[in-house]
C-alpha cells in the first residue's frame, strides 16, 4: 500500500519558521524524485518544490527561492520543507507526492502519482 504521511503544520507569525515532514513507506519511496506543494483556499494547488533521488537536485518556485529548502534522508524514507521567513501569503495546505507519473518535469502536478492527505500551513500577520 502507498502512504504519504506529512506533519509538521501549524501555526506560525510571519518571519518565522516550520519544517515539515513527510513519511513514506519503502516501496513508495525508494528510487523516486519526491515533491512539495501547496493549495490556497480558492487557488490551484501550485508547485512548491522537488527533489531527485539519486544525486539529490533540487527545484524550487521562484515565489520560496531562498526561503525554503527541500532535502530528503533516503535511510529514513522521509523528506522535509524547511521553512523560513515565512509569509501570510505562505498559507496553504501543503502535500507531498511521489514524482512517479507519466510526465517528465519535476514542476508539473501531472508527473507526480501518489499523494499525502496534506497538512496545515498558516501564518498570521
Known amino acids: 500500500q502507498v502512504q504519504l504521511v506529512e506533519s509538521g503544520g501549524g501555526l506560525v507569525q510571519a518571519g518565522g519558521s516550520l519544517r515539515l515532514s513527510c513519511a513514506a513507506s519503502g516501496r513508495t519511496f525508494r528510487g523516486y524524485a519526491m515533491g512539495w506543494f501547496r493549495q490556497a483556499p480558492g487557488k490551484e494547488r501550485e508547485f512548491v518544490a522537488s527533489?531527485?533521488?539519486?544525486?539529490?537536485?533540487?527545484y524550487t518556485a521562484d515565489s520560496v527561492k531562498g526561503r525554503f529548502t527541500i532535502s530528503r534522508d533516503n535511510a529514513k524514507n522521509t523528506v522535509y520543507l524547511q521553512m523560513h521567513s515565512l509569509k501570510t501569503q505562505d498559507t496553504a495546505v501543503y502535500y507531498c507526492?511521489?514524482?512517479?507519473?507519466?510526465?517528465?518535469?519535476?514542476?508539473?502536478?501531472?508527473?507526480?502519482?501518489?499523494w499525502g492527505q496534506g497538512t496545515q500551513v498558516t501564518v498570521s500577520s
Open positions: 507526492a511521489r514524482k512517479g507519473g507519466s510526465g517528465s518535469s519535476y514542476y508539473n502536478r501531472g508527473s507526480y502519482d501518489y
Open positions: 527533489i531527485s533521488w539519486s544525486v539529490g537536485t533540487t
